[in-house]
């Protein structure tokens, strides 16, 4: 059921990628959100009157608790082994930034968290990338939110501008290996950004308590 006030304050992390960017058009574009802040770590190129941003350094997320004062995060953060440049440097921001702004938010009293992880998270997981976003899930999970809303997706589909050689494959291959994954493998179909970020926007009006995980079963 939607949330009945319909003035709904979002903060927004990861604004400036894939998900994150669809996000912040559903949300700037949907009335049922009265005002939208953005944390990031380089500026936005359109401000409109509706948007807050701050733009912050990560390891200092704490000089910021001023931008918690909101209904519902909405966690698009996420990195790359290659962009980040080692396992360690990839999970600071896929676990220890994530756990972070959750911690912060739960300290504001924010009732919902919404975080973008992966299909296959798993903190017990012996694939590294699976382990890191189980671990950002459970940190996440344990803290006092009415609600959590952890959306799984596989391979993201989306217009990107810098070259991921590993995903170009994936997509490259994925009408092909989509035709295999019916029934429980059905939610390692990719999936379009877009429908991630409608999915997710809904979400975060939405008054259900508990913590959720959600597929994409395309
Ligand atoms: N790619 C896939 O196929 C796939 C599949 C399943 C799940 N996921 C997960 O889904 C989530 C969203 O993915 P996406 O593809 O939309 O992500 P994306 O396009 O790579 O965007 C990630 C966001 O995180 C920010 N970010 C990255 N490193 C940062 C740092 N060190 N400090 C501060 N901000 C940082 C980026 O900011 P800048 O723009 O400044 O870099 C950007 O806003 C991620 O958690 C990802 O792991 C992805």
Redesign the pocket.
């Given at each position: 059921m939607a949330n009945s006030s319909m003035e709904i304050r979002a903060l927004l992390v990861?604004?400036?990628?894939?998900?994150?960017g669809h996000c912040l058009g559903e949300l700037l574009y949907d009335n049922d959100f009265s005002a939208v802040t953005v944390l990031?770590?380089?500026p936005l190129d359109w401000v409109p009157p509706k948007l807050t941003v701050h733009v912050v350094d990560?390891d200092h997320l704490r000089d910021h608790a001023e931008a918690f004062n909101v209904d519902v995060v909405l966690c698009?953060?996420?990195?790359?082994h290659r962009?980040?440049g080692s396992p360690e440097a990839f999970a600071?921001?896929?676990h220890v930034?994530v756990a972070e702004l959750a911690r912060l938010a739960a300290a504001r009293g924010v009732p919902r968290f919404l975080l973008?992880?992966?299909?296959g998270a798993d903190p017990s997981s012996p694939v590294f990338y699976n382990r890191i976003?189980g671990r950002a899930e459970a940190a996440v999970s344990e803290l006092p939110f009415k609600a959590v809303h952890i959306l799984r997706?596989?391979?993201?589909l989306g217009q990107?501008w810098e070259p991921?050689p590993a995903?170009d494959w994936g997509k490259q291959f994925a009408p092909l290996w989509s035709w295999f994954l019916w029934g429980p493998l059905g939610r390692y179909r990719p999936v379009s950004?877009e429908t991630v970020a409608a999915c997710m926007v809904e979400l975060a009006k939405s008054d259900q308590e508990g913590v959720h995980i959600h597929y994409f079963n395309t």
């Open positions: 990861g604004a400036t990628g894939l998900v994150g990031t770590r380089r990560f698009c953060l996420g990195t790359t962009a980040a600071k921001v896929d930034y973008v992880s992966a299909v976003k997706p596989s391979l993201l990107r991921r995903e950004a």
